[in-house]
C-alpha cells in the first residue's frame, strides 16, 4: 500500500481532528453524498470494545441495543482478527468504538439488484473516541440480509477500510485487494493533510458501485472528507429519514421507482405489522396536485382518495379507481376531526397562516425554520405527537413532520376541539398564542403541547362549551377552481397587437434619423432600428384604460413586451427594437432529427417586421425565421404526420 492522493486544509486545533472525525461519520452515515450509486448505508452495530492481551476484542458494559452489537462485534472480530492485525497500529488495553454498517447499492442498469456489503468502524487511540455528537444521528438497524461486506478501523487519526467476503462456510475474510485508509496527519500550527493510502491499479478491484475505482477515492473522496472536515456547518434540521429504517425504503423506493419510475414512500407499514394489521392503510391526499402519488398508492392497494381546490386534466389518464376530487366546501376536516385513530404526514412548501401569508416573528431563525416550528406548533394544540424528518428528494424544502398518536384521551376531544378554534381565531387576531420557540424544533418537550393547550384554555370563554361551533373558520373561502391566466397571454388579440404597434412606433419616431446599414446581395439598405426608451417612459405614452388592463396581469407591461419578442426586446429595465440581424444562431449541437426539421424552414407566423416596420424585414425571406406573406407560411410535416395519426 501507498500514498494515493492528498490534501492540504488550515485550520485551528479547536477544529481539527474533531472536524476529520465528523467527515468521516458524514461517510459512514451518509455515503450516498459522495458516492451517488449508493442508495444508504444501514447500522446494523455499534459499541466499545476493550482490545485483549491476544488480540481479541471483549464489549465494555453497556445494555440494550449496545449490548447486543457490543456481542455481535466482539464475535466478528474474533473470525478476522488474523487479518485485521496485519493493517491496524493497535495495542492491549486499547479502547474501540466499533460500528457495524451495510452499504446499499442501487439498482444495476439491467434492474438486478445488487448485493449489500457488510462494514465494521473502529475508532480508537490517541484522537479519543467518537464523540457524542457525532454519533447522535445514528440509524439503528437490527435486520439487514448481507452477503459479503466490508470493515473500516480508525485507530490514531486513520480510518481503515476492510472488505469482508463470505465463503463457502458463512466464514467472513478480509478482502486484502481493497484494503484503503484515510489518514488525518498535522503539519505545524493550522497546516494539516488529509490523505488515502490504498494498493496499487493492478491490485485493486473495482465494481463501479461498492468499490469505485481508485481515482475517484483520489479525486472526489478525498476532497469531500477534506472540505467536511473544515466546514462549521450545524443544521437545524433532523437526519434524512431518521424515523424509518434505511434499508427497507431502500427497497420499497428502488422497488417502486422500477414499476412507477417515481418515487414514493409508504409511511407506517412496519408498526402496522406490529399491531397485527392485515388491512392496509388508507389515506387522503389534501393537496394532491397531478394525482400521480394517489394513483400509486391506490396500485399497490391502498384506500383512499385525492382532493385539490382545482382539477387536473392529467387525472383522466389514471382512470376510475383513482379517486380524485375538486374541494367543494367551505370547511376543512383535517386529521384531528377525521377519527381519532387518524395521523397525518405533512410536508410544508409554501408559507402561509390560516388566513393568509405567514408573518415572521424570529430574526434569529430561517424562514424555513421558523415556519416549520409553527406548523409543529399547529400540531400541538391539535393534539399530536409531533416528528421531524428529512426527506430524501430533490428539493430544498424537503422536511416532512408527522403526528401518529395524540396526546389526550379520546374523551377530551371535545375540549381540544374548542382550544383548536380559540388558536386559529387568536392567529387571526394577532393575539400571541403559541409563543415561537427559540432553539428550533424540540423532538423530546413533551410538556409544550400541554403548556400551549392551558395557555388557550385561559383564553376561552366560560360558555365555550356549550356554544362552540363546529365550524373552525366560518366564511372561508379557497382558491378559485379555475385558474386565471395572468401572464398577458389571454388578452385579445386585437389589444395586444394594438400596444405592440403603438410602442414600436413609439420606439421608431423617437430618433428618426437614427439608421444603420444593411446588405441585401450587392444593395446596401438603411433599416431604422428607432431609439431604447424605459418602460417607465413607454408606460407615459399609453393612454389609461390600456395601463389600467395591463396592471391587472401579473408583470404588465414588460411581461405583454417579452412575450412578443419578436418586435422587442427587453433589456435593463429598457425596451429596444429586436434587430434580428444581430441574433447569434445557437451553439447548442442538436440531435439529427431536430436538425433535419430545422433545415426545412417552416415558418408558422407572419414576420411583424414585413407587415408594419417602415422599411419592412432586416433580414431576406430566406433568412427570416417568420413568413414573408401568406404564400410562405405552411406547416410542419411532423405536425401533419401527427394529426394525422390521431
Avoid at 32 to 51: D, F
Avoid at 169 to 198: C, F, M, P
Avoid at 493 to 515: E, G, I, M, Y
Wanted: glycine share 6%.
Amino acid at each position: 500500500m501507498g500514498l494515493l492522493a492528498a490534501a492540504a486544509v488550515r485550520a485551528d486545533g479547536a477544529e481539527l481532528p474533531r472536524g476529520f472525525w465528523a467527515a468521516v461519520r458524514v461517510w459512514l452515515d451518509k455515503p450516498q453524498v459522495a458516492n451517488r450509486r449508493l442508495c444508504g448505508a444501514a447500522i446494523e452495530a455499534e459499541a466499545a470494545l476493550l482490545l485483549g492481551e491476544d488480540g481479541d476484542a471483549s464489549p465494555l458494559l453497556g445494555s440494550g441495543e449496545e449490548a447486543a452489537g457490543g456481542a455481535e462485534l466482539s464475535w466478528l472480530w474474533r473470525e478476522v482478527r488474523g487479518d485485521l492485525l496485519g493493517f491496524l497500529a493497535v495495542r492491549p488495553g486499547l479502547e474501540l468504538r466499533v460500528v457495524l454498517r451495510a452499504l446499499l447499492p442501487r439498482l444495476r442498469p439491467a434492474g438486478l439488484p445488487a448485493p449489500p456489503v457488510r462494514e465494521l468502524v473502529v475508532q480508537g487511540g490517541s484522537c479519543g473516541r467518537l464523540s457524542s455528537v457525532m454519533l447522535e444521528n445514528v440509524t439503528k438497524i437490527a435486520e439487514v440480509e448481507m452477503l459479503r461486506g466490508m470493515a473500516i478501523y480508525v485507530c490514531n487519526g486513520t480510518v481503515t477500510f476492510l472488505p469482508l467476503e463470505e465463503n463457502s462456510e458463512g466464514k467472513y475474510r478480509i478482502k486484502k485487494r481493497n484494503v484503503y485508509q484515510v489518514q488525518l496527519t498535522h503539519i505545524k500550527d493550522e497546516e494539516w493533510s488529509v490523505s488515502i493510502i490504498a494498493p496499487s491499479s493492478e491490485d485493486w478491484f473495482s465494481d463501479g458501485i461498492t468499490y469505485p475505482k481508485l481515482s475517484w477515492l483520489g479525486d472526489v473522496l478525498l476532497s469531500k472528507l477534506a472540505k467536511w472536515s473544515v466546514e462549521r456547518k450545524c443544521s437545524a434540521f433532523r437526519s434524512t429519514l431518521s424515523l424509518i429504517p434505511v434499508a427497507k425504503y431502500c427497497k420499497v423506493y428502488q422497488d417502486l421507482k422500477e414499476k412507477y419510475k417515481e418515487m414514493v414512500k409508504i409511511l407506517w407499514e412496519e408498526e402496522r405489522k406490529t399491531k397485527g394489521l392485515a388491512k392496509k392503510q388508507s389515506f387522503v391526499d389534501l393537496g394532491c396536485g397531478n394525482g400521480l402519488l394517489v394513483h400509486i398508492l391506490s396500485n399497490e392497494g391502498h384506500l383512499g382518495r385525492g382532493i385539490d381546490v382545482r382539477r387536473r386534466k392529467i387525472w383522466d389518464m389514471f382512470g376510475p379507481e383513482t379517486h380524485l376530487e375538486v374541494l367543494c366546501k367551505s370547511v376543512h376536516y383535517p386529521s384531528c376531526r377525521s377519527s381519532y385513530s387518524c395521523r397525518y404526514f405533512l410536508l410544508p412548501c409554501c408559507f402561509f397562516d390560516f388566513h393568509g401569508k405567514y408573518s415572521r416573528r424570529q430574526s434569529k431563525k430561517t424562514q424555513y425554520r421558523e415556519y416549520l416550528d409553527f406548523i409543529a406548533d399547529v400540531g400541538f394544540v391539535c393534539g399530536f405527537h409531533v416528528e421531524e424528518d428529512c426527506l430524501r428528494i430533490p428539493s430544498t424544502k424537503r422536511v416532512c413532520l408527522i403526528g401518529k398518536s395524540r396526546t389526550y384521551p379520546p374523551t377530551e376531544c371535545s375540549l381540544v376541539d374548542e382550544q383548536i378554534t380559540q388558536f386559529i381565531r387568536n392567529r387571526q387576531t394577532g393575539a400571541a398564542v403559541a409563543p415561537d420557540r427559540e432553539d428550533g424544533f424540540n423532538h423530546n418537550n413533551h410538556n409544550y403541547h400541554s403548556d400551549v393547550c392551558k395557555e388557550v384554555s385561559s383564553e376561552l370563554p366560560e360558555n365555550m362549551m356549550e356554544t362552540a361551533s363546529r365550524i373552525w373558520m366560518p366564511g372561508f373561502q379557497p382558491r378559485e377552481k379555475v385558474e386565471q391566466t395572468r401572464n398577458c397571454a389571454a388578452l385579445p388579440r386585437d389589444f395586444v397587437d394594438d400596444v405592440v404597434l403603438s410602442v414600436a412606433n413609439l420606439l421608431l419616431n423617437a430618433v428618426p434619423t437614427k439608421s444603420s446599414s444593411n446588405m441585401h446581395g450587392e444593395n446596401m439598405n438603411t433599416w431604422n432600428q428607432g431609439e431604447s426608451l424605459s418602460l417607465k417612459e413607454v408606460a407615459e405614452h399609453l393612454n389609461k384604460e390600456t395601463l389600467k388592463r395591463l396592471k391587472s396581469e401579473c408583470g404588465g407591461l414588460q411581461t405583454l413586451l417579452k412575450n412578443n419578442h419578436q418586435v422587442f426586446e427587453v433589456l435593463d429595465g429598457r425596451v429596444h427594437i429586436r434587430d434580428w440581424r444581430k441574433e447569434k444562431p445557437s451553439r447548442k449541437t442538436k440531435p439529427e432529427v431536430k436538425r433535419c426539421l430545422s433545415a426545412e424552414a417552416f415558418k408558422t407566423r407572419l414576420c411583424w417586421f414585413f407587415i408594419h416596420h417602415p422599411d419592412g424585414c432586416s433580414l431576406p425571406s430566406e433568412s427570416c425565421p417568420y413568413a414573408h406573406g401568406t404564400e410562405e407560411l405552411r406547416q410542419s410535416q411532423a405536425i401533419k404526420k401527427k394529426k394525422h395519426i390521431s
